[in-house]
């Protein structure tokens, strides 16, 4: 674990260094194959892993911190940023004023995205060792962009061809303190045009802000209502079933969830007594139906409206009938006390131990 955290601090490690010494010397010291590594890892892989990890937004559990109907224009958002800096990291001469004010609109673009996904996630770790070096690089890139662009300018003269490239010159021509806030105001049309293309692949026009605001539990999120009195873990197919009409389901007692009390059927309790079986007998193989339950679990509780009715209940109790068969043939088939599992489920945990205590004495 220890290696693990040292693996993910390295890249703020040697960007930390890179700025102090550009800071106190006034140039680069770090040698560029450690900043290609750096760059690879802070800018491709460890978002990449963050993402993969959170796709999902729902009450329960690690809520994604993009909205998924919005994603989209996030993620061609930072493909555009990802596209200026590596063109700003590797190419040798200057463009065009037009393209060298766009790419450092985009620099500046990905610095402030990552602020608010800072905020956003609400991880100390992750802003920390993800978010601060592509901050870090991307104010170093705008420098390095600056120090090009004089450089130049001192050897050759442009020469405007139209009215944009006189814009865009006079604006790379500025001081740095008026020049960024200046390239930091032209990132709002960039942000307009770029929604209006993706309004052809059914984004919506305010999608940037939405992508923030349509999730849960994060630092912009506007839907934590929705989580009110919501009861995790407990919307599944067994669950909905012992909901319904008491002459149908049968229930047989209350249980204990999550601290609330749950009705309990001869359904629910052999299901959950078969999965209890799993995990002790097959862990590997109940992880994978686990993760698979858990996907119908999700999909219950956004149209929960609809399974939170007796009669629906009803029916999923007897289309899970041929499965609580399949679970109560596999539990009297590897387990010695089928019944003394089945009854145990849903149990407070003092009741568990006194059960456990009572059998040792027998």
């Known amino acids: 674990m220890a290696f693990i955290l040292i693996l993910i601090a390295l890249p703020i490690v040697i960007l930390a260094i890179e700025l102090i010494g550009f800071i106190t010397q006034g140039k680069r010291i770090v040698h560029i194959v450690l900043i290609r590594i750096v760059e690879v890892a802070s800018l491709i892989i460890l978002p990449y892993i963050y993402a993969a990890d959170n796709t999902t937004n729902d009450c329960c559990g690690d809520s994604t911190a993009f909205s998924p109907q919005h994603q989209l224009t996030i993620l061609t958002l930072v493909t555009l940023c990802l596209i200026g800096y590596f063109y700003s990291s590797y190419r040798k001469n200057i463009a065009s004023p037009v393209v060298e004010v766009f790419v450092n609109c985009l620099l500046v673009l990905a610095i402030v995205l990552n602020v608010f996904i800072a905020i956003q996630t609400k991880d100390a770790l992750y802003a920390v060792c993800g978010n601060l070096p592509i901050i870090i690089l991307g104010v170093l890139m705008l420098v390095k962009n600056q120090q090009l662009f004089y450089a130049y ?210």
């Not at 002459?247 to 969830?257: D, W």
């Not at 995990?279 to 679990?297: A, C, T």
Request: proline fraction near 4%; charged fraction near 20%.
């Open 153 to 362: 300018a001192q050897k050759e003269s442009f020469a405007p061809k139209n009215k944009f490239e006189e814009i865009a010159l006079k604006i790379l021509n500025l001081k740095p303190i008026q020049k960024f806030p200046l390239v930091f105001i032209l990132c709002l049309p960039i942000l307009v045009i770029l929604s209006a293309i993706l309004l052809l692949v059914g984004q919506k026009p305010d999608s940037i802000v939405r992508a923030f605001t349509d999730t849960y539990k994060h630092g912009f999120s506007q839907w934590d209502y929705k989580c009110d009195n919501v009861e995790c873990g407990g919307h599944y197919l067994c669950s909905v079933a012992a909901n319904g009409h008491d002459k149908i389901v049968k229930p047989q007692r209350l249980g204990v969830r999550n601290g609330n009390n749950i009705i309990c059927n001869r359904q629910l309790l052999v299901s959950n007594a078969f999965e209890e079986l799993m995990e002790e007998k097959f862990p590997f193989l109940h992880k994978s139906i686990r993760q698979q339950y858990n996907k119908v679990g999700n999909f219950i509780h956004r149209y929960y409206g609809i399974f939170n009715n007796k009669f629906v209940s009803d029916i999923i109790y007897f289309l899970m009938k041929p499965l609580e068969w399949f679970f109560i043939f596999t539990l009297y088939c590897f387990d010695r006390n089928p019944e003394n599992r089945i009854a145990k489920q849903y149990l407070s945990n003092d009741d568990r131990i006194q059960i456990a205590q009572l059998s040792i004495k027998k």
